[in-house]
C-alpha cells in the first residue's frame, strides 16, 4: 500500500475513528479541547489507490519557554495498522512532517498490547514472597507481534521512555486493568468478582446505597469528593473547571462519550465516577469517594452499576485503566491492583511511550527540566 500523510479535518478524523471498533479517548478530536493549553492538529494515513483514510494522528503540541520549539505527543496513538510490515512508510512521513511545524522532540504511545495477566495469576504472584513486580510474574497471554514493533522502532531512532509506573498526570498508564465483556453473560462477569466485591455489592445494596446517573450541574458535588479524595491521597487534583471542559468538549462530540456516576447513601453523594466511551471500549476514568460511610461500599456498588451499563451499551471491554506495576503490599500504589484485581479481569501491558528525538540538544534539556519537576 502506497501512503501520504496529510492534515485532515476534525470531521474527517471523527469519522474514521467511529469506522473502529474502539480507540482511545485521547485520540479523539475533542480531547484537544480537554488538553486546552496545547495546540492540536489532526493527521490521517491516505492509500493512494483508494483514496481511502487508513489511520489517523491526534497531535498535541507544547511550546517550551522562550524557544518557539514544540513537544508532539500523540497520546495512546496514532491508531494505524502498528503491525504492518513496513511500519517505516508510517512513521518516518509523520516524523518529518511534526519536524517541519517545528517540533524538537516526538512522545507517543503505541496502543499496542505486549502481555495480560488473568487475575488469579495476579493473585497468586501477590502470595508469593519472592514477586515483587508483575513483569516477575509469567504473564497468560504475550502478543509475539509486539515484540517485533518494539524492535521496529528502535532500529528507527525511536527511544523507549521511563516506565511511570502507574502512569498518572498527561504521561499515559503502562498497565491497566480491564474485565474483557465480550461473549460473557452478566452473570459469568459476577461470578468472575472475588467474594468480596460480591460480598461488598451485597451490602451496598442491603444499605440501600443507590447509584444514579449524573449530569453537568453535578460536577461541584463530584469535584467536593475528589478534593478529599486527593487530600487522602495525596495527589494534585484538577480544577473543577477542567471537568466542565471535559464535559461540554466530548458530549459536543458524542453526546455519550462522558458519563457521571453518584453512589448515594441516606440522601448523601458518598462516592463518584466518570467513564468515557469510544466505540466498544469503555473506561472507568476517574474515581473519588468521602472518607466516612466507607463500610457501605459505595465504590464497588458504583462500579458494578458501570460496569452493568457498558455491557448493556455492547461494549466487549471495560477497562479500569492504570494500575502500577507493584505487588508489594508495602507499596502505596499497591491498593489500586488489589481493588481492581477483585473484578476478576486482567492486567495488560501496553508497549509504553516512545521517544523521538528531532533536537538532540533540546530533547536532553527537556528532559533535564521534567525530572526536576
Known amino acids: 500500500m502506497s501512503l501520504t500523510l ?3 479535518s476534525r470531521e474527517q478524523h471523527l469519522a474514521y475513528i467511529q469506522s473502529l471498533p474502539s480507540a482511545s479517548h485521547c485520540q479523539v478530536p475533542a480531547w484537544a479541547d480537554v488538553k486546552s493549553e496545547w495546540r492540536s492538529e489532526n493527521l490521517g494515513w491516505i492509500d493512494e489507490k483508494t483514496g481511502r483514510i487508513v489511520g489517523a494522528g491526534m497531535v498535541l503540541y507544547r511550546q517550551i519557554p522562550k524557544v518557539k520549539r514544540y513537544l508532539a505527543y500523540l497520546p495512546e496513538g496514532p491508531v494505524i495498522n502498528w503491525y504492518a510490515p513496513n511500519l517505516d512508510d508510517w512513521l518516518k512521513p509523520m ?5 517541519q511545524q517545528g517540533a524538537f522532540t516526538v512522545k507517543m504511545g503505541p496502543p499496542v498490547i505486549i502481555r495480560r495477566w488473568e487475575g488469579s495469576t495476579i493473585k497468586a504472584g501477590i502470595a508469593d514472597p519472592d514477586v515483587k513486580r508483575l513483569r516477575d510474574v509469567e504473564a497468560d497471554f504475550i502478543e509475539p507481534r509486539a515484540f517485533e514493533v518494539a524492535d521496529k522502532l528502535r532500529r528507527m531512532g525511536w527511544q523507549q521512555g521511563e516506565d511511570g509506573g502507574a502512569g498518572f498526570g498527561d504521561v499515559q498508564p503502562r498497565y491497566v486493568f480491564q474485565v474483557p465483556l465480550e461473549n460473557r453473560s452478566l452473570d459469568d462477569i459476577l461470578k468472575g468478582f472475588n467474594q468480596l466485591w460480591r460480598r461488598n455489592i451485597k451490602k451496598a445494596e442491603k444499605a440501600g446505597v443507590q447509584v444514579v446517573q ?12 475528589y478534593e478529599v479524595t486527593a487530600e487522602r491521597d495525596h495527589f494534585r487534583p484538577r480544577p473543577l473547571s ?3 471542559r471535559m464535559w461540554t468538549k466530548l458530549n459536543a462530540e458524542d453526546p455519550n462519550r462522558m458519563r457521571l456516576y453518584l453512589a448515594v447513601h441516606e440522601g448523601e453523594p458518598v462516592a463518584a465516577a466518570t467513564m468515557l466511551t469510544v466505540g466498544r471500549h469503555v473506561w472507568y476514568s476517574y474515581g473519588a469517594s468521602a472518607n466516612h460511610k466507607r463500610e457501605v461500599r459505595p465504590s464497588n456498588a458504583m462500579q458494578w452499576r458501570m460496569l452493568r451499563d457498558a455491557y448493556a451499551m455492547g461494549a466487549s471491554v471495560y477497562d479500569l485503566r492504570g494500575i502500577s506495576d507493584s505487588l508489594d503490599e508495602n507499596d502505596h500504589l499497591f491498593g489500586l491492583i488489589q481493588f ?3 473484578t476478576g479481569g ?3 501491558e501496553y508497549l509504553g511511550e516512545w521517544d523521538f528525538p528531532l533536537n538532540k540538544l533540546l530533547h536532553k534539556a527537556l528532559d533535564i527540566y521534567m525530572s526536576r519537576r
Open 6 to 8: 496529510r492534515t485532515i
Open 95 to 99: 516524523l518529518a512532517h511534526l519536524k
Open 214 to 225: 449524573g449530569g453537568y450541574d453535578d460536577l461541584p458535588v463530584w469535584q467536593q469528593l
Open 242 to 244: 477542567y471537568f466542565q
Open 340 to 342: 481492581k484485581v477483585g
Open 346 to 348: 486482567q492486567a495488560a
